[in-house]
């Protein structure tokens, strides 16, 4: 018998009330911190990223978000090249 079948066969024998206590005794994680930590990163990534339509064509932006993906966007951001890979040309959108 593993430990995860042995706590079950102890879970199903406690009563209602004695689980009640295991649960409120048991630390709850404070999920408003890590949605905060996702959310940062992925307004860092909107901030960063180019757009389809900065790029000279629908691969090179493909190209330029999936490296960014694999190595992260703050890695991606500390790179030198000015924010830019080696195989990608990013056309500048002027605003009138």
């Known amino acids: 018998m593993t430990n995860i079948d042995q706590l079950a066969e102890t879970l199903k024998a406690l009563t209602p ?15 408003a ?10 307004e860092k990534y909107f901030e960063v990223a180019p757009k389809p339509h900065h790029c000279l064509t629908y691969d090179v932006y493909r190209d330029v978000t999936n490296y960014m993906s694999e190595i992260g966007t703050q890695a991606w951001v500390s ?9 990608a040309t990013i056309v500048q959108v002027r605003k009138l």
């Open 17 to 31: 009330r004695q689980l009640q206590k295991v649960l409120a005794a048991t630390p709850k994680k404070n999920g």
């Open 33 to 42: 911190k890590i949605r905060e930590a996702r959310n940062t990163r992925t």
């Open 79 to 87: 790179q030198s090249v000015n924010h830019r890979t080696k195989n």
